[in-house]
C-alpha cells in the first residue's frame, strides 16, 4: 500500500476505533500479563491494536505484527500522535525479549512466546543484576545447572523491576564457572509462578516499590527456553541492552514528525507571568538541544537500511536521552517556584505534587539501563575505538 492510502486508512480507523478514553495523558500503558489490572477502555484499545498488528507494528505477521517497514510504521505513529492516542502497549516483552527473539530464538521459541507478547497476554522481567553484578555485569554469579531436559538455577537477582507483577523473566545465569566471566553465560527464560522462586519488593522512600528482589531455589528453566547458544549468552544479552537503550521502537517513537506533541516545558513556559532572561536563555537552550536530538534519532532511523536497532551507538542516545528527560523535570519544577517543594499535604496542588516526585524518580535515568559512566565507557571504547 502507497504511503499516502495507508496514511489515509490508518486515520480512518483510528478516529473510528480508538476509543476517547485512549487519548490523552491517562492511565499508564499497560506492560502485558493480567496481574496489573487495567481499565475496560485499556484493554479494548489493546485488543483492537493487537488484532490489526499494531502493537508491535513492525513484526512479521506471522508473530502478531503488521509487517511494516519504517516508512509505515513513522506514518502510524504519526497518525496516532495527531488525535493522540496512547500507545497500547508498552514493556519489556514487546521492547526488550520481543526483538531479541526475532533476532535470536529458534522458531519454536518465537511462535511460543512473540504472538503471545503481541497479544499483551505476558509480563516479561529482567533477571540481569546482581548484588555483586551491576555495572560489571559479567560477574555474575546465578548459577544454572542442566539436568535433563532442564535448567536448575540457583542464586539472586536485584532491582528486578516488576518482577512482583511478572509472569515470565528472561535471566542471565552463568553455566559455566571455570570459564572466563564473559564466557560461561547464558540466557534462559523461566516463569515467575513456580515454587523455586521468590520475589520481595523493595520499598522505596517514596513509598512505591517499582523494583524487587528475586531468589531462585532450585527454580526450573526449561532447555528449549535457552536462548542462543549455552555459554554464548553475553552476546544476546548485550544486544538486549541494546533494544532497552534505544530499539528501533524508541528510536522510532521518538522522531516522528511532531505532528501534536504536547510540550510541557513550552506550554508552562508561555503561562509565566515575567520570565527572566537567564531563564529564558536556558528553556530555548534546552528546546533547541531536544528539538536536535529528535531530529539525530530520526536520520539515525532514516539511515537505518535494515529497520534494525544500532548497535554501540544506541549509548549515545541512552546518555543524552536520560539526560534530557531529567533536565525538562528539574526546569518544570523551577518554573514551580516553591510551589514545586511540596511531596505531600493539602497544601499542594496533585499536579505539584507529581511534578515534584517526577524530578525525584527520573532521577533514576543516570542510574537504570547502565549508569551514564558505563554508558561513556561503551562510547570511548565501542563507538569512538579508543584503548581500553
Ligand atoms: C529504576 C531502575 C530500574 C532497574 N531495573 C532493573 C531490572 O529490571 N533488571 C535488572 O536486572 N536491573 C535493573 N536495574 C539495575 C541497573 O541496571 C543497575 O542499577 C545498574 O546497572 C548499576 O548497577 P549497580 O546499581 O550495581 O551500581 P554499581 O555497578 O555498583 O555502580 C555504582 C557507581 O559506580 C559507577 N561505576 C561502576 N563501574 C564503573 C566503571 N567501570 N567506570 C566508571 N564508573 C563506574 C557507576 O556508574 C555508579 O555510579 C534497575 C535500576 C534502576 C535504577
Known amino acids: 500500500m502507497t504511503l499516502d492510502a495507508f496514511r489515509e486508512d490508518v486515520r480512518q480507523w483510528l478516529e473510528a476505533e480508538c476509543p476517547p478514553e485512549a487519548r490523552g495523558p491517562g ?15 485499556a484493554k479494548r484499545w489493546l485488543d483492537l491494536c493487537a488484532e490489526r498488528g499494531f502493537t508491535v507494528p513492525n513484526w512479521p505477521a506471522e508473530y502478531g505484527g503488521a509487517d511494516l517497514d519504517m516508512d509505515h510504521y513513522l506514518v502510524l505513529l504519526e497518525e496516532m500522535r495527531r488525535i493522540d492516542a496512547r500507545s497500547p502497549l508498552g514493556g519489556m516483552g514487546v521492547g526488550l525479549i520481543g526483538p531479541t527473539l ?6 519454536d521459541q518465537k511462535a511460543r512466546h512473540l504472538p503471545a507478547i503481541a497479544r499483551g497476554e505476558i509480563r516479561w ?9 551491576g555495572s560489571d555485569l559479567a ?33 542471565l545465569t552463568r553455566t559455566d564457572a571455570d570459564a572466563s566471566k564473559h564466557e560461561g553465560i547464558s540466557l534462559l527464560l523461566l516463569t515467575m509462578d513456580q515454587p523455586g522462586v521468590t520475589v520481595r519488593p523493595i520499598r522505596l522512600i517514596s513509598g512505591s516499590s517499582p523494583f524487587c528482589e528475586t531468589f531462585f531455589d532450585n527454580a526450573i528453566a526449561q532447555k528449549d527456553d535457552l536462548v542462543g ?13 541494546q533494544h532497552e537503550r534505544s530499539g528501533i521502537r524508541i528510536l522510532a517513537g521518538g522522531s516522528a514528525a511532531p505532528v501534536k506533541r504536547r510540550n510541557r516545558v513550552l506550554d508552562w513556559y508561555h503561562a509565566l507571568e515575567n520570565p527572566d532572561h537567564d531563564f529564558r536563555t536556558r528553556v530555548l ?22 529497520d534494525q536497532t544500532p548497535g554501540p551507538q544506541t549509548s549515545i542516545f541512552e ?8 533536565e525538562e523535570a528539574e526546569i518544570l519544577n523551577e518554573m514551580l517556584g516553591f510551589r514545586g517543594l511540596g511531596w505531600e499535604g493539602i497544601g499542594f496542588a496533585a499536579l505539584e505534587r507529581d511534578t515534584t516526585r517526577h524530578w525525584l524518580s527520573i532521577k533514576r535515568r543516570a542510574i537504570a539501563r547502565g549508569s551514564n559512566e558505563i554508558q561513556r565507557n561503551i562510547i570511548a571504547k565501542r563507538v569512538l575505538g579508543l584503548p581500553d
Open 285 to 306: 537552550d534546552f528546546e533547541m538541544r531536544r528539538h536536535a536530538f529528535r531530529l539525530t534519532q530520526r536520520r539515525s532511523v532514516d539511515e537505518s537500511d535494515s
Open 102 to 107: 526475532l533476532e535470536f530464538g529458534t522458531d
Open 125 to 133: 522481567c529482567q533477571g540481569y543484576s546482581e548484588p555483586g553484578a
Open 139 to 171: 560477574s555474575l554469579s546465578t548459577r544454572a545447572v542442566e539436568e535433563g531436559e532442564q535448567f536448575v538455577i540457583n542464586g539472586q537477582k536485584i532491582w528486578t523491576s516488576g518482577a512482583d507483577l511478572a509472569d515470565w523473566m528472561f535471566c
Open 27 to 41: 492511565e499508564a500503558v499497560p506492560n502485558g500479563g493480567n496481574k496489573e489490572p487495567i481499565s475496560v477502555a
Open 229 to 241: 547458544q549455552k555459554n554464548r549468552g553475553w552476546t544476546v544479552g548485550k544486544r538486549l541492552l
Open 319 to 326: 546518555l543524552v536521552g536520560s539526560g534530557l528527560e531529567i
